[in-house]
């Protein structure tokens, strides 16, 4: 492939291995460009990356070699099913760190989402691809992903993601799920920090947590060092008032014994929303724990346990909205999973591109409709 082709993908999936022994009518790096150039396009299956292909055919052919024109959709169907998705996840993670470098302080979000219509029979819905992602909220992009193997694997899922990562000091949030001493050991050896939400999965903890936060903010914490930050926002009649409270006498108020279980531990948090709408109020207190020191004061330990969510709105919401990948029927072999990679990298390409003043699904129309916009997207 000539280097004006190779400049139109991102450098390191130009040597993917080729799932195919033999009749290889098409070149892998034909067919994995097609697919990521119509899936930013548009497309949203197979048959439209197909037809994508056809009605592009001519221009495609001025830096695509395309020996035998596009493959059908039964090739691509194929293809992206057999596709090793390790060797995919591990191009794909190359060419990330290649634009978003993990630093000191980074919010780095762990998150998985379920694509809903990925199971391949109707009556078994446990069968649906589940991906966790990991998406530094600064650059508000896909860092790195992996398949669960479903719903209830999530959690070696979330410790396979992190073993492939250097965190070089990113701090970490995950919900729940991810408090876990194993996993907030696992952060630390990969040079991370992390901030953790205490619930029932840690029963004793969570029990032992809001029991002593409760009663050192009674007592406006005496004699424990401490800091406090508030935080009123509010829209559409709604008001919502943030109270966050961090100590970092953790062995005092933990007890040493079940500090100690915590590889790391170092700040407690208790963080308080009060939510004022149409004249109702609700008032809800949450706890986290944290590796991180004095140095990171209350107002930025709030940043980092609201910006976690952003991996909602950015992302998933992105994927769903955007994508419409929810809907998607792609279910058989690696297809689900590999069509979930190729579609964060175009959404990551679109958020890179920023000279088009409106939202992701018409950046995609946009790239439909001029070539020369594709290209600018392709190459931001």
């Not at 067919?31 to 439209?48: Q, V």
């Not at 914490?221 to 006498?249: N, S």
């Amino acid at each position: 492939m000539d280097t004006q082709a190779t400049a139109r993908i991102p450098q390191p999936f130009c040597d993917m291995p080729d799932p195919r022994r033999n009749n290889r009518r098409h070149y892998l790096i034909d067919i994995i460009t097609i697919a990521l150039f119509a899936i930013i396009c548009g497309a949203e299956d197979w048959e439209a990356v197909a037809l994508y292909g056809r009605c592009k055919v001519d221009w495609l052919k001025t830096f695509l070699k395309l020996p035998h024109g596009v493959p059908s959709h039964d090739t691509f169907n194929d293809v992206f099913n057999r596709l090793d998705p390790d060797a995919f996840e591990s191009r794909f993670q190359a060419w990330m760190a290649s634009l978003v470098q993990l630093s000191a302080g980074k919010l780095l979000a762990i998150d998985g989402k379920s694509l809903r219509r990925s199971f391949e029979h109707g009556w078994d819905k446990n069968g649906m691809a589940h991906m966790v992602s990991a998406f530094v909220q600064e650059n508000r992009m896909v860092f790195a992903q992996v398949e669960a193997g479903g719903l209830g694997q999530e959690l070696s899922a979330i410790e396979r993601l992190l073993s492939m990562l250097d965190l070089n000091g990113a701090v970490v949030t995950i919900d729940a799920l991810g408090c876990n001493p194993h996993i907030a050991g696992q952060i630390l050896e990969r040079n991370g920090n992390y901030v953790l939400p205490v619930k029932g999965n840690q029963e004793t903890l969570q029990a032992k947590l809001s029991l002593a936060m409760d009663e050192a903010i009674l007592e406006n914490f005496a004699d424990i060092q401490h800091d406090i930050f508030e935080q009123t926002d509010g829209d559409h009649g709604r008001i919502e008032t943030r109270k966050l409270w961090v100590c970092w006498d953790v062995q005092e108020l933990l007890g040493k014994e079940l500090a100690g279980q915590w590889p790391g531990l170092k700040a407690l948090i208790a963080i308080e929303r009060t939510r004022e709408l149409n004249g109702k109020t609700s008032c809800q207190r949450h706890y986290y724990i944290s590796s991180l020191d004095r140095r990171t004061k209350a107002k930025g330990l709030a940043g980092y346990i609201r910006g976690h969510w952003s991996i909602e709105n950015n992302l998933h919401w992105q994927l769903d909205v955007s994508f419409n990948e929810d809907q998607r029927r792609v279910r058989k072999g690696h297809g689900a999973e590999n069509l979930s990679r190729v579609t964060r990298i175009g959404l990551n390409l679109l958020k890179r591109e920023s000279t088009a003043k409106c939202g992701i699904a018409n950046k995609r129309k946009n790239c439909g409709w001029s070539n020369d916009y594709l290209l600018k997207v392709l190459l931001a």
